[in-house]
């Protein structure tokens, strides 16, 4: 039995390599992840931002440039000579957005809080609002409010009945200089409960949903199989055994299928960086993550008994484990959906490492689930 059931095996496995769609999705998976980390270091690899003012000797935008091009962000940050420069490479693509300060900003600051101008403090050109661009005038805003904030401060302080010995703009400097040293820099502390080393910075916006979009990959792979060995059923191609013993075949066509994308994910999580924080658990995690994901296939394949169904179910799938599983965006709620797909449990697994006995849970209940459906929907 266990010979022929390696015979099999091998034959599926065989097959797979046969498939010239499927060796390119191969190929494709780590080729992406490789590219996608190379752009992300690059300094035009995610989004330049061009700076200018229409007084660049401006001293308060010195500064603000100057911070916001000695900071390693995902973001670059390029001065122009002109606003005229920096829009114009908007336009023809070579920048995301272009940030035009007002001229005089310390005299601006100064009228835009006491309401004596409607002169706006930053302008921002941009061709197309993306989400990066979106976060990235959090950014604009946070530089911003640092400079503007003492004008707000003298502001308040004028509204007041102050006596004239403290009512003298040196002193408000004095002051306002005095409390901002006594602040720490960083006034938010962010932290990882299940990394404590890892630190905010070692985020990538490019790289970061790329465990998610390698589990789906993986899911898409193994749902391919299964429609493989639905096709092979419905032309007779397992008559040789009973309706009953069939159920192994297709795990033993999904594994073969699996064992190929297993080796092409842990090749792109080695080059993309994932592997090297624990590389045994990130194993192990994906190992059961795999599992699972054959009997989540199986099951759906038993549902459907046709490959033209579940060519329809496909799409539908991939969807709902983008839509649902935190891959790019956490959406709330739906939870009796999202226990159901493998992704979800693999996933969660990272933001809760105790999550993963939900895992183990759910490979126990869905290869149950295989064998009671194969049994009612298959009966000889």
């Known amino acids: ?187 938010i502390a962010f932290e990882f409960y299940n990394s404590p080393n890892k630190k905010i910075e070692d985020t990538n916006y490019l790289t970061s949903p790329l465990r998610g979009l390698l589990a789906t990959a993986l899911i898409i792979c193994c749902l391919a199989a299964m429609m493989y060995s639905l096709e092979d059923e419905n032309e007779g191609k397992y008559a040789m055994f009973p309706i009953n013993k069939r159920l192994k075949l297709h795990y033993l066509s999904s594994y073969a299928s699996v064992l190929y994308v297993f080796v092409a994910v842990i090749i792109a999580m080695s080059f993309s960086g994932l592997l090297r924080e624990n590389i045994f658990l990130e194993i192990i995690y994906l190992l059961v993550y795999c599992i699972i994901s054959v009997g989540f296939c199986v099951a759906v394949g038993i549902v459907c008994k046709k490959k033209a169904r579940l060519c329809f179910a496909f799409p539908m799938l991939i969807v709902l484990t983008i839509a649902l599983c935190p891959i790019f965006v956490s959406v709330p709620g739906l939870e009796p959906i999202k226990v159901m797909l493998p992704t979800y449990h693999y996933l969660m697994t990272f933001v809760d490492p105790l999550h993963f006995s939900h895992m183990l849970l759910y490979a126990v209940i869905i290869y149950g689930l295989d064998f009671v459906l194969y049994r009612l929907l298959n009966r000889e």
């Not at 989004?47 to 962000?73: C, F, H, P, Q, W």
């Not at 000579?81 to 908007?90: F, G, K, L, N, R």
């Not at 272009?98 to 930053?122: H, I, P, Q, R, Y």
Request: hydrophobic share 40%; net charge negative; aromatic share 10%.
């Open 1 to 187: 039995m266990i010979i022929t059931n390696l015979k099999w095996f091998l034959a599926f496995f065989k097959r797979m390599s046969r498939k010239p769609v499927f060796l390119v999705t191969l190929l494709i998976i780590p080729v992406i992840c490789i590219a996608m980390n190379v752009v992300s270091d690059e300094e035009s690899g995610i989004m330049i931002i061009g700076l200018s003012s229409y007084d660049v000797n401006d001293s308060v935008y010195k500064n603000i440039a100057r911070e916001l091009k000695s900071e390693s962000t995902s973001l670059l940050f390029v001065e122009y000579s002109t606003p005229d420069e920096a829009i114009e490479d908007v336009k023809k693509g070579k920048a995301s957005s272009a940030w035009v300060f007002a001229d005089d900003l310390d005299k601006t600051m100064a009228e835009f809080v006491s309401g004596n101008t409607e002169e706006k403090l930053c302008n921002v050109y941009l061709n197309e609002d993306t989400v990066l661009k979106q976060l990235s005038r959090e950014k604009l805003h946070g530089v911003l409010f640092k400079n503007l904030s003492y004008d707000i401060y003298v502001n308040f302080m004028n509204s007041r009945n102050i006596d004239s010995e403290y009512a003298d703009e040196n002193t408000y400097k004095e002051l306002f200089d005095a409390q901002k040293e006594s602040l720490s820099d960083e006034l």
